[in-house]
């Protein structure tokens, strides 16, 4: 295993993953989660089904599911959220996180402890990962 490689497999999804999160409940329409999203500079927002985590709603979503169907803005966030919620546990690897994402064509996970999402963590978060092992090795 080559340096960069044995480095990365040391550090943590808890070490570099976002623990400010924001959830919405399903029943939630588009426009207000791009109103959350703009407001907080955040690209995903947690949706929760009976008040437990169940999928994501990403910027992405808006331009592939919402954009080009031109769906209303009055839709509700359930008709377009990615459904189960992929998951990882803080204590895995960030290469496991990337192998995941890049298996299944995922670009943000939701960080778990003992099943509850604590946090988030995204392909920019590797990436930025990745540079700063580089400038360091």
Do not use: C, H
């Not at 947690?46 to 990403?58: E, L, Q, R, S």
Request: net charge positive; aromatic share 2%; charged share 20%.
């Amino acid at each position: 295993m080559g340096t960069l490689t044995k480095s990365l497999a040391e550090i943590l999804v808890k070490d570099i993953m976002n623990k400010s999160l924001i959830s919405a409940d399903s029943a939630t329409t588009v426009f207000q989660i791009a109103n959350l999203m703009a407001k907080g500079g955040i690209g995903a927002i947690i949706v929760k089904k009976d008040n437990i985590p169940a999928g994501i709603i990403t910027d992405r979503d808006f331009a592939i599911k919402i954009a080009t169907q031109k769906l209303p803005l009055d839709t509700v966030i359930d008709k377009v959220a990615s459904y189960p919620l992929a998951t990882i546990n803080l204590d895995e690897s960030i290469l496991v996180a990337a192998n995941m994402m890049s298996s299944k064509k995922f670009r943000k996970l939701a960080v778990v402890e003992n099943e509850k999402v604590i946090g988030i963590i995204t392909s920019t978060d590797l990436v930025n990962q990745l540079a700063l092992q580089k400038d360091n090795s």
